[in-house]
């Protein structure tokens, strides 16, 4: 009966809910993207590694502790309430990026919070409130100025500009072009069990930093993540502007495959770990085809298990190297 009376609320209140959560949704995504990137974390958290993290992570008392202050404090708490997050933008400036949050989250709380911001303005969009408040910045362009809308119960929209906030709230209500209407689909085909999914075109060389030179011989690229029935399977591409760039980038990409095969080598001998080295990394297969650079691995999910294991315990060992530093003993 309870699963009933939500389902009627939200086709009735909600109609766009069903653009949210899960795969991403064309509907969600302005037709004129130039990138998009979306996590399912609901699907994320339903697989067997996403499973396997939070067991870990509900193990440790100190992780736990915060999101358990974090949901006291903003009424969300991120290992179990958070969906999806879709972020896309029509251009490549830090401005016109789009966030699309789905959350179980306390709407009364988060606006409490709001009203407490000092650079706090409520305005309407239409019949939608919008929110104005600043945070810290996050680069040297970063005013801290952000805007945000409760599009639904479960969704927030957040822009750095009214403007940018506007469009994507006209997209969601069908009064703009979405990307299901886009020119140029550059999305990859995601398979079953995809938790992650990210794409991006005509990549202008500007935005990419000196010491990031070969990126400037890509002009698009796409990446997709997730677990089928017993690994986890990685799978992305990038388009290089000539096949001698192309080869060069394999090249450079098979040597950061050797060079973190053999640092993983050497984290597992620190850890005192004898028998076989995990060879996760090996897993990975670099192949080229014309202008086209592929990028596929499948890996046992008792090897993920493995390294995240690993990972913790590293961690751990640094954290406490660190605080041996801060405390040393009395001589």
């Known amino acids: ?3 009933c009376l939500t389902a009627i609320v939200c086709i009735t209140l909600f109609s766009s809910a069903s653009l949210f959560g899960g795969p991403l949704r064309k509907q969600q995504v302005s037709a004129n993207a130039k990138w ?7 699907d994320l958290v339903k697989s067997g590694m996403g499973k396997y993290i939070l067991e870990k992570a509900n193990g440790e008392q100190s992780i736990e502790a915060r999101m358990n202050a974090f949901a006291k404090l903003f009424g969300l708490n991120p290992l179990t309430d958070l969906e999806s997050i879709t972020l896309y933008a029509e251009n490549f400036e830090p401005s016109g990026g789009v966030a699309i949050i789905q ?10 919070l709001l009203l407490l911001n000092k ?6 969009y239409g019949d939608r409130p919008v929110h104005r408040w600043i945070q810290k910045r996050k680069g040297k362009k970063d005013n801290g100025v952000r805007f945000g809308t409760f599009y639904s119960d479960k969704v927030v ?8 906030l506007k469009h994507a709230i006209d997209v969601l209500d069908g009064k703009a072009a979405n990307f299901s209407k ?5 999305l990859p085909k995601a398979p079953k069990g995809t938790f992650l999914i990210a794409a991006a075109t005509d990549l202008p060389t500007k935005i990419h930093k000196r010491r990031a030179a070969m990126l400037k011989n890509i002009s698009a690229g796409w990446l997709v993540a997730g677990q089928g029935d017993k690994t986890v399977f990685l799978k992305a591409s990038v388009t290089a502007n000539t096949e001698d760039n192309a080869a060069l980038i394999q ?7 050797a060079l973190a095969q053999l640092k993983l080598n050497q984290q597992q001998t620190a850890q005192g770990k004898t028998g076989k080295p995990l060879s996760l990394l090996k897993a990975v297969k670099v192949t080229v085809k014309g202008v086209s650079v592929q990028l596929a691995a499948s890996i046992p999910m008792a090897e993920v298990k493995q390294y995240i294991d690993l990972s913790r315990k590293l961690r751990k060992a640094a954290k406490a190297a660190k605080m041996k530093q801060k405390c040393p003993k009395a001589k």
């Open 119 to 124: 650079g706090y303005v409520k305005s309407k």
């Open 36 to 42: 998009v990137a979306h996590l399912s974390v609901e």
């Open 1 to 3: 009966m309870k699963k």
């Open 157 to 164: 929209v957040i822009a750095r500009t009214e403007q940018v």
């Open 251 to 257: 090249q450079v990409a098979n040597g950061f495959l």
């Open 103 to 112: 959350a179980k989250m306390d709407q009364e709380k988060l606006l409490q």
């Open 182 to 186: 886009a020119k140029t689909d550059f």
